[in-house]
């Protein structure tokens, strides 16, 4: 089992930037096929971001050109730098496999406020 821990949130105001980290532990993990979740208050758990099989990165419309995932094997680490973040960014992320094979983790808060 692999066990992921979620950690860079906090307050930011509009405009701002966050470096977001997941932290792998456990069994074999690999960062391809990995990805970016968010979940408002009072909303579904919506997909991010997300590494190909082939190292290629895939965006939501909503952060495209705002928000890069990266990834390190040897330090079992997924990153998601935010930048221009906008309210509308506000909500818990996490990270996962994009099949969500991995139990959750506690996700880290992002919020946009000034």
């Known amino acids: 089992q692999v066990q992921l821990v979620e950690s860079g949130g906090g307050l930011v105001q509009p405009g701002g930037s966050l470096r977001l980290s997941c932290a792998a532990s456990?069994?074999?993990?690999?960062?391809?096929?990995m990805a970016w979740y968010r979940q408002a208050p009072g909303k579904q758990r919506d997909l991010v971001a997300f590494?190909?099989?082939?190292?290629?990165?895939v965006y939501v419309d909503s952060v495209k050109g705002r928000f890069t995932i990266s990834g390190d094997n040897a330090k079992r680490t997924v990153y998601l730098q935010m930048t221009s973040l906008k309210p509308e960014d506000t909500a818990v992320y996490y990270c996962?496999?994009?099949?969500?094979?991995?139990?959750w983790g506690q996700g880290t808060q992002v919020t946009v406020s000034s």
């Open positions: 996962n496999s994009l099949n969500q094979r991995h139990t």
């Open positions: 456990g069994s074999i993990f690999s960062i391809y096929g």
């Open positions: 590494i190909t099989s082939g190292g290629s990165t």
